[in-house]
């Protein structure tokens, strides 16, 4: 099903066309919607601003035409006139630039109410999606192509208004010029087109080039990013990899410089050929329509405004070139914005069984692979777990400890086999209602760099403003009094990036990740192994607090390390995806297979290392 969306959205990707129109119109809707009145004002004022070239032409052609008349009759009317249409260019002059940076300003507000709307509906759709969409690379590259489109992507609109403002500008002038002399027209377009055909196939090849480069850029941007991150950099002073660093970023920049040099001075030689092709159409033309001049079929006045029109489509035919370019790149990323946010398939398989409280879990022959992956994860799982059970998974590392504990959250669809909570099919349930009664400290839980007061109450947000309840799991998780250390108490930022933001240890950072779960009050709590290495024995503490503080829940504790294991009655044992053992620490110890040989194994070292672990044995 997952698939078929993912299939049907990538073929409306392949054509282009459509989805571009569709954008557009999705776009204009939006900002129509948003701000009809600015909107209006932005086109009208778009369509004005074509309107001045045009009219400069005219007004330039009609003053060099009193000018030279003035020459020789000396007639003072004409003087007025003169004045008046002096006056006229330069109002229009201003006005020109008035209404580009009234439009700018007019567009920015725009482009922030529909930047807000689109993250807005983008957010909300990938809080809704499951957690399957994010193990496909497609979904992954679609995400960041629309995530460049969020801020700016609104601008397609803008630039196909002014694209269309351009093209009015150049028939106005073309108009203009059909006043003047019936060939002018045509005079000019052969004049230009040719020098402007050249520069538009540079700017296309170009534009191609720069795509290369970009690439070599990002890389280049991300090693960059490396020397300023305290989290690289430590891994970089450790590992000594500061030399190999620096030679790859050398080695980018290069690339990268090389590459726009290239497209420099590939566009130099072309520029140059353009000039010449157009210098030399403007030179045939000249001696046309000084022919027309001598034989009075021309004025001066259009003589100069012709030329004077040159340059002006040139520069807005290099304005067209320009819109064009960014319209399509910016258009690839809002489609991808668009088919996400357009997206209308629903992931939330909700059933409408309401879970009140969790009184067992049980899988029963469970196969399962991850998404757009054909290795078998979980072969076979077959487990129940029933209120107040203390259950614990060991294993090695890879063994699918983490993704079991996915699966039984119903996180991901099964290949095979049952999953069933207080008896009742999975899919039958409201997840809502199930995910209220359990907690889960995962192993890569989220550190917020948010105040202590939020990491601790995202476990339950009706205690955020409840300091008493809040200090009362700090008390429990061992950390109060160093919070109340801290000059913000439950303010204080966990990151030092910010004022008065402080630093926690990985265990405390578990600590805090204990305590989201335990205000939470689930019935059911899953803790996963730190994955951020904690030494065996923190890991231990970590554990034995765990246990400490569900002591009355229903608990699974994942480790590979069989320490933890002592504390819970059962203990699971996979291995490959299997369960290869299960049974209580003395059963698997009389056994002597999987579990024995780890223990064997292991308990070497916590004797090793003098820990009280084999005594609690
Ligand atoms: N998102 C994923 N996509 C594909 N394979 C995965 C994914 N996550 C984990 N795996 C694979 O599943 C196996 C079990 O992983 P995991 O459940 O994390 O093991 P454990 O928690 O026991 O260390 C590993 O071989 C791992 O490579
Ligand atoms: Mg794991």
Not at 249 to 274: P, Q
Not at 279 to 298: D, E, I, P, R, T
Not at 415 to 420: E, F, I, P, R, V
Request: with cysteine; aromatic share 12%; glycine share 6%.
């Amino acid at each position: 099903m997952v698939d078929d969306i993912i299939r049907t959205d990538s073929m409306k990707v392949d054509r282009p066309t459509r989805t571009f129109i569709q954008s557009q119109i999705y776009y204009i809707k939006l900002i129509y919607k948003k701000h009809p009145i600015l909107f209006l004002f932005f086109i009208f004022f778009t369509a004005l601003s074509s309107l001045i070239s045009p009219m400069t032409l005219y007004l330039n052609k009609e003053t060099v035409d009193i000018l030279t008349s003035f020459a020789t009759t000396n007639e003072s009317s004409q003087m007025t006139w003169l004045m008046i249409l002096l006056c006229c260019t330069y109002i229009l002059g201003f006005l020109s630039s008035y209404f580009k940076e009234f439009n700018e300003y007019t567009f920015q507000k725009i482009m922030y109410s529909v930047s807000y709307v689109m993250k807005l509906l983008l957010f909300s759709k990938l809080l809704q999606l499951s957690i399957e969409r994010f193990e496909d690379s497609s979904f992954h590259d679609k995400l960041k192509l629309a995530q460049l489109s969020l801020n700016s992507g609104v601008r397609v609109v803008q630039t196909l208004i002014n694209l269309i403002g351009v093209v009015f500008s150049i028939f106005g002038i073309i108009g203009v010029l059909l006043t003047f002399h019936w060939s002018l027209p045509m005079t000019l377009l052969l004049s230009t087109l040719p020098g402007i055909t050249i520069m538009f196939i540079v700017k296309l090849k170009g534009y191609k080039a720069e795509n290369k480069a970009s690439q070599f850029e990002r890389e280049m941007y991300f090693t960059e990013g490396l020397f300023s991150q305290k989290s690289a950099l430590k891994e970089i002073k450790i590992y000594n990899t500061q030399q190999y660093l620096m030679g790859k970023w050398k080695k980018l920049f290069n690339t990268v410089t090389e590459l726009r040099l290239k497209v420099a001075r590939w566009d130099l030689r072309y520029k140059s050929l353009s000039l010449i092709v157009l210098q030399g159409a403007q030179f045939g033309v000249s001696l046309y329509l000084v022919s027309l001049v001598v034989g009075a079929q021309l004025s001066i006045g259009s003589y100069v405004a012709l030329l004077s029109s040159s340059v002006m489509i040139q520069g807005l035919f290099g304005q067209i070139g320009m819109h064009m370019s960014s319209l399509f790149e910016t258009a690839v990323y809002n489609n991808a914005l668009l088919s996400l946010i357009q997206d209308a398939h629903d992931d939330r398989n909700d059933g409408t069984y309401q879970i009140r409280r969790i009184e067992s879990i049980e899988m029963k022959n469970v196969y399962f692979s991850y998404p757009n992956s054909d290795v078998s994860v979980l072969k076979d799982i077959s487990l129940k777990i029933k209120r107040g059970d203390k259950i614990s998974i060991v294993g090695r590392n890879g063994s699918g400890k983490t993704t079991l504990a996915y699966c039984l959250l119903g996180l991901y669809r099964l290949n095979a086999g049952k999953l069933t909570v207080n008896g009742l099919d999975i899919s039958l349930l409201n997840m809502e209602s199930y995910y209220n009664r359990i907690a889960v400290v995962f192993q890569d839980f989220i550190r917020y760099k948010y105040s202590i007061r939020e990491n601790i109450a995202f476990g339950n947000l009706e205690y955020l403003e409840n300091d008493k309840e809040i200090y009362k799991i700090l008390d429990r998780i061992e950390l109060k009094n160093k919070v109340m250390d801290y000059p913000g108490k439950l303010e204080t930022i966990l990151s030092k990036e910010f004022m008065n933001g402080t630093e926690l240890s990985g265990g405390e950072w578990q600590r805090i990740a204990l305590g989201r779960a335990l205000i939470k009050n689930a019935d059911v709590v899953i803790l996963d192994e730190p994955t951020a290495a904690l030494d065996p024995i923190s890991e231990l503490k970590i554990f034995e607090l765990f246990h400490k503080l569900y002591s009355d829940k229903t608990t699974i504790s994942i480790s590979h390390r069989i320490g933890p294991t002592r504390l819970s009655d059962l203990i699971i044992v996979m291995d490959d995806g299997r369960i290869v053992e299960q049974g209580t620490f003395d059963e698997l110890m009389n056994m002597r297979g999987y579990y024995y040989n780890m223990y064997e194994a292991q308990g070497k070292w916590y004797k090793a290392n003098a820990v009280d672990y084999p005594v609690i044995i």
